[in-house]
């Protein structure tokens, strides 16, 4: 990969973790926990999925802060760009649309369909 396109990579990888961690200053997750003097048994089981659900999206934003620093790992390394499955290099438009990847769509495909026949045992 070029040097020019690395950087865009960079840049892009950059602008989304400073995004999502940011974004992570902002949600007080001690605030929620409390029912705010809630005594009605619906608004606290309503509170109690809110909190629920902002935890779920703060777990899927961890991972994806980790997939994001592990890509800028790969692109110190000079690798970036490259399926750690076949080898061969991941075609741009599959980095832009998804820059943390680390498979080429035909790997990807494959692994996914062995996941598939795996949970249907």
Do not use: H, W
Not at 10 to 32: C, F, G, H, P, V
Not at 57 to 72: D, F, G, P, T, V
């Amino acid at each position: 990969m070029e040097a020019k396109e690395l950087e865009y990579f960079r840049n892009l990888l950059n602008a989304q973790l400073s995004e999502l961690e940011n974004r992570t200053k902002y949600t007080d997750i001690q605030e929620m926990a409390q029912n705010n003097g809630l005594q009605d048994p619906l608004d606290i089981a309503s509170a109690d999925m809110e909190k629920n659900m902002l935890l779920r999206i703060r777990e899927r934003e961890s991972r994806l802060i980790s997939k994001i620093k592990q890509a800028l790992v790969l692109i110190s390394e000079g690798v970036y760009g490259t399926c750690e499955i076949c080898g061969e290099d991941i075609p741009f438009k599959r980095l832009e649309a998804r820059p943390v990847t680390t498979q080429c769509v035909e790997c990807k495909t494959k692994e996914e369909l062995v996941e598939r026949i795996r949970q249907n045992k």
